[in-house]
């Protein structure tokens, strides 16, 4: 099984950025996917998930109407799209898939938001 993601980098505030995550191993279209997030001394937090019937989604309130979370089930690959970024969103975004009590984590991409 493995997760990786990509797209992570140095933006300036109000910039944005396009995170992936592509999977394999596992059937991805019957996993939940999420994308959590850490930043330093912080503990890590849910950003967003969709889920994998339906595709309906949530988002944590600091993100909401700025992120979105999308899913490619043909390319094993869900999206996070970073809009009108801010410096208090600088962290290791991390990528997650779940289906009851089975979990898989991402090796993490940082995410820079500095002018």
């Known amino acids: 099984v493995q997760l990786v993601e990509s797209g992570g980098g140095l933006v300036q505030p109000g910039g944005s950025l396009r995170l992936s995550c592509a999977a394999s191993g596992f059937t991805f279209s019957s996993y939940a996917m999420s994308w959590y997030r850490q930043a330093p001394g912080k503990e890590r937090e849910l950003v967003a998930r969709i889920r994998s019937v339906g595709g309906s989604t949530n988002y944590a309130d600091s993100v909401k109407g700025r992120f979105t979370i999308s899913r490619d089930n043909a390319k094993n690959t869900v999206y996070l799209q970073l809009s009108s970024l801010k410096v208090e969103d600088t962290a290791v975004y991390y990528c997650?898939?779940?289906?009851?009590?089975?979990?898989?984590w991402g090796q993490g991409t940082q995410v820079t938001v500095s002018s």
């Open positions: 997650n898939a779940r289906f009851g009590s089975i979990e898989y």
